[in-house]
């Protein structure tokens, strides 16, 4: 089963299996090179194109952006973070005081303080249980993990109620790695005249992206499954939505702002309808050398040809764990798997285990130069798709032992 993603694309140590993308994704080399000839340019900036760079590099994150979305590139805004992005949402949205975003308890926290940002506007922000002992916050130790027999859409369409204008959700969970159905959220909040916003920083690159229609907004960092910098992402929004959001006021988000054939100083503009009417000012170039051909070489490969062989790896991995002290986890996951209830991280629970027992086992995992990661009481394996069956068989041979 050979790597959609050849292994050879980046600067792996041979020591080193990294599955922990979802902190943290490996850059392939291509981005190394495009970053280092724009900043040879840098040191001469005589050789900074106007064409070239400084609108063709963003430009050519903007188009792969969109290829990866089965979006159009104007619709696409380069932020920093996904934080950056929600923030761009939250900010702009017309409030009335009364309104209400609702949400999965337990978010990442970037999909939290840009909402309960809006309580000095009279916005409040809820959060919704998705599963029976579903628990978060300080009690997060004690929650149980999520089951493949879970109804996570039905929990969140049936919270929504007459004053809640926005429903806000990661695509596929942080700490416990459950991928909710977009298309089912999407076509309940569009029945319920509720905008649905989405963080899709931990499916983003490995999860193929289900049809955009009845979403509002799409936010991801560029430094996890999409395997760039930190430093660069993107928002997508719904032209529809985008133009009830404040712009950003930023030189560049409205017209003609690179015509300098007209006076910068003539305010008589309109502001873009495109995505860019959201944007800061000048995208960090470097990260856009870099995002860009990431993002061209994940195209390339397609997330389809990805997500299959992240999900082939971890079959694997779970078939050689039953029988081991993982092995109730190990059901557990590959029934949420064959629900289609899982991205690229496979999510170990504590089970009722010391926190510090997984924390050993990272330890022991990182002497032999194996990288995991744990969160919230999950030990978490995400593969991607330069991962080799190699690479599983090593993970399976330390969690088979390390307990
Ligand atoms: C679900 C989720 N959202 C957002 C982030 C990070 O966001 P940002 O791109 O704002 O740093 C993480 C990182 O761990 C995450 O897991």
């Known amino acids: 089963m050979p790597a959609p993603l050849n292994p050879a694309l980046f600067h792996f140590d041979p020591q080193v299996v990294w599955v922990m993308h979802c902190a943290e994704g490996p850059m392939p080399r291509a981005a190394m090179r495009a970053v280092r000839s724009f900043l040879f340019k840098e040191l001469r900036p005589w050789l900074v194109a106007v064409k070239e760079d400084f609108i063709g590099l963003p430009g050519s994150v903007r188009r792969e952006a969109a290829r990866l979305l089965g979006a159009d590139a104007s619709d696409l805004s380069l932020v920093a973070t996904t934080s950056e992005g929600l923030q761009r949402v939250a900010m702009g949205f017309p409030w009335k005081e009364g309104d209400e975003v609702v949400a999965p308890l337990g978010e990442f926290p970037s999909n939290v303080w840009p909402w309960k940002a809006q309580s000095r506007r009279g916005v409040t922000f809820r959060e919704v249980p998705l599963w029976e002992g579903h628990r978060a916050g300080a009690d997060a130790l004690l929650s149980a993990p999520p089951t493949a027999d879970a109804d996570p859409e039905a929990a969140l369409l049936a919270a929504l109620g007459p004053t809640t204008r926005v429903l806000a959700v990661s695509w596929v969970r942080f700490q416990d790695g459950l991928k909710l159905d977009l298309r089912r959220l999407a076509e309940g909040c569009t029945a319920k005249g509720v905008a649905l916003v989405v963080d899709g920083i931990q499916g983003a690159g490995t999860v193929p992206v289900p049809s955009l229609e009845g979403i509002a907004a799409f936010a991801t960092g560029g ?59 000048v995208p960090n170039l470097l990260g856009c050398a ?74 022991s995992a990182m002497r032999q130069g194996l990288y995991a990661s744990t969160r919230e009481g999950y030990l978490r394996i995400a593969f991607h798709g330069f991962h080799t069956e190699a690479d599983a068989d090593r993970v399976a041979a330390w969690m088979g032992r390390v307990l």
Request: hydrophobic share 45%; glycine share 8%.
């Open 223 to 281: 430094h996890k499954g999409l395997l760039a910098p930190q430093g660069l992402g993107f928002l997508w929004t719904d032209p529809a939505f985008r133009v009830q959001l404040v712009p950003s006021g930023s030189w560049l988000s409205v017209e003609d702002a690179t015509d300098f054939s007209r006076p910068n100083t003539d305010f008589e503009r309109d502001w873009l309808a495109s995505g860019e009417r959201l944007e800061a000012g």
């Open 290 to 363: 870099a995002l860009s051909e990431s993002l061209r070489m994940l195209n390339g490969a397609g997330v389809e040809a990805i997500a299959s062989h992240v999900k082939a790896l971890q079959h694997r991995l779970l078939e050689w764990l039953e029988g081991s002290p993982w092995s109730k986890e190990a059901t557990r996951l590959r029934a949420l798997l064959e629900a289609d209830r899982l991205g690229a991280i496979l999510a170990f629970h504590h089970e009722g285990r010391d926190p510090e027992t997984l924390q050993a086992a990272l330890r």
